[in-house]
């Protein structure tokens, strides 16, 4: 490294969100309730499906998963976005805009793979009953629970190895209240525009591709349903829309940050938020309050808080 060039950049410069101070408080109060409710919404899914052996079925050790998936993916942007709101320069150093990107890609990575799983779960629930437990056999579980992992690494990684390696040099304004690669691809000097296909194709044609297979999959799922007029009909359907809300929720977002070739600043960010901030609090919500076991694991958790203090 003979040749440093010192106009190398080492920070980069977010975007307010807000300008107004009326706008900036009421986002920071929006912003921290839903982290509290994300935090404490996902930790409840977990604590109760950890402890609550009823909840030891396939479904649930997956949701459990994915809360956790949940919880890491909003904190990789929502807690610096809340601080950053009263800040007057947004700076964010090179490293820490690597490791955000990064960490959003892993995390959103292992929730895509791990939304397959479910759904293969539910498939393999509703159209193979009579072998969902040797099928979905705890050692499928933790197969398809490391295989989201993986994935979801690989998923950054091979997008992080080009982008790391870029020559930034000029521009520091990422043009959003996080670093993502396709802001940031566009800040590097030299012509990006093969980069810009990687990480379209890998973020976002990977994402589009997901989604309509899950959407086909619950579709099949419940014309499978509705064949069978069982008593779980109803149950089934009931879990399935929740599923689906999910997935679309989920997966709407991404398709629009990665596939739509004319980003405007004002979509990119309510879909950001909605992916940081809307979704992982959602999931808990849907999950919880809509379905029968967990309810009733609620109230086997409250009666035990109750005979416990009784006791004392
Ligand atoms: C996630 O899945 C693995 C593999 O099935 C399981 O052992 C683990 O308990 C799950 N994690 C949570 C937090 O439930």
């Given at each position: 490294m003979d040749q440093v060039n010192d106009s190398v950049v080492t920070e980069f410069l977010l975007l307010g969100l807000a300008q107004s101070l009326k706008m900036k408080s009421f986002l920071f109060l929006f912003f921290s309730l839903f982290y509290m409710g994300i935090i404490l919404g996902n930790l409840f899914i977990l604590f109760t499906v950890i402890f609550?052996?009823?909840?030891?079925s396939p479904m649930y050790i997956l949701l459990a998963n994915l809360s956790l998936t949940d919880l890491g993916l909003s904190s990789t942007t929502v807690p610096r976005m809340i601080s950053d709101l009263f800040t007057d320069f947004k700076v964010i150093s090179f490293q820490n805009c690597m490791i955000q990107m990064f960490f959003i890609h892993v995390m959103g990575g292992v929730e895509m793979a791990l939304l397959v799983a479910m759904a293969y779960d539910r498939y393999t629930a509703i159209c193979k009953p009579l072998h969902y437990l040797t099928v979905m056999n705890p050692k499928m579980c933790l197969f398809l629970v490391v295989a989201a992992w993986v994935i979801g690494v690989i998923h950054a990684v091979t997008q992080f190895v080009f982008v790391i390696n870029l020559p930034f040099c000029?521009?520091?304004?990422?043009?959003?209240?996080y670093c993502d690669f396709p802001r940031v691809i566009?800040?590097?000097?030299?012509?990006?525009y093969r980069l810009e296909f990687v990480v379209t194709a890998n973020s976002g044609f990977i994402s589009m591709g997901t989604f309509f297979f899950l959407i086909v999959s619950y579709i099949f799922i419940l014309v499978t349903v509705r064949q069978h007029s069982s008593d779980d009909l109803s149950k089934a359907f009931f879990t399935l829309s929740a599923h689906i809300t999910v997935v679309v929720l989920f997966f709407t977002p991404c398709m629009f940050l990665y596939?739509?070739?004319?980003?405007?600043k004002s979509l990119d960010k309510f879909f950001a938020i909605v992916d940081f901030v809307v979704t992982p609090v959602l999931n808990p919500a849907i999950y919880t309050l809509r379905n029968k076991d967990m309810k009733m694991a609620m109230r086997r958790l409250n009666r035990q808080v109750v005979n416990s203090r009784e006791i004392t």
């Open positions: 609550d052996h009823h909840l030891h000029g521009p520091k304004n990422v043009g959003s209240f566009k800040l590097a000097c030299m012509d990006s596939v739509w070739p004319f980003p405007t």
